[in-house]
């Protein structure tokens, strides 16, 4: 039984380290996309202006 509860608990913190990983990486594409669009909003703002004059 101790086993099957070692096998058992190293199993979820592995999960569990293996789960902040993704989940940092997930916030890193969050914030690249983010930058992404402002660029891109940046952009067509600076169309505009060159339109407009």
């Known amino acids: 039984m101790k086993t099957f509860a070692c096998i058992v608990t190293a199993l979820t913190l592995s999960l569990s380290i293996a789960g902040c990983n993704t ?22 703002g600076e169309k505009i202006q060159e339109v407009a004059k």
């Open 23 to 44: 989940w940092s990486g997930v916030k890193q594409d969050a914030k690249q996309a983010g930058q992404a669009a402002g660029k891109g909003v940046e952009k067509a």
